[in-house]
Nanobody
Framework: QVQLVESGGGSVQPGGSLRLSCAAS????????MAWFRQAPGKEREWVAV????????WYPDSVKGRFTISQDKSKNAVYLQMNGLKPEDTAMYYC???????????????????WGQGTQVTVSS
């Protein structure tokens, strides 16, 4: 199981950009999937990006597609989330997650992930 620590959150105006980082204590090459989720007050945690660690294939929900980009750097055991064109509705706590074992279906639910970071707050407002 890897330990995850997020950073890079902050406050930004609509249309702005932020880059979140997730540092893993273990080797992310040993994971099957790395992902970013977010949770706004009063709402359920939802996925915003998933990367298949071995192949680098990425998936996004429609709500962030074209604006968010997940990337990984295996040499640094890190995963990143570049967020552009931020909107007020992107305001949430953002979490990094890791899944060790492969899965037939794309893991986009909270229960599919073994490890979680503590989260980093992103606030988008004018």
């Amino acid at each position: 199981q890897v330990q995850l620590v997020e950073s890079g959150g902050g406050s930004v105006q609509p249309g702005g950009s932020l880059r979140l980082s997730c540092a893993a204590s273990g080797n992310i090459a040993g994971t099957s999937y790395m992902a970013w989720f977010r949770q706004a007050p009063g709402k359920e945690r939802e996925w915003v990006a998933v990367v298949r660690t071995s192949s680098g294939v990425k998936w996004y929900p429609d709500s962030v597609k074209g604006r968010f980009t997940i990337s990984q750097d295996k040499s640094k055991n890190a995963v990143y989330l570049q967020m552009n064109g931020l909107k007020p509705e992107d305001t949430a706590m953002y979490y990094c997650a890791a899944r060790i074992h492969p899965l037939v279906l794309l893991p986009v639910d909270v229960g599919s992930y073994n490890s979680w970071g503590q989260g980093t707050q992103v606030t988008v407002s004018s």
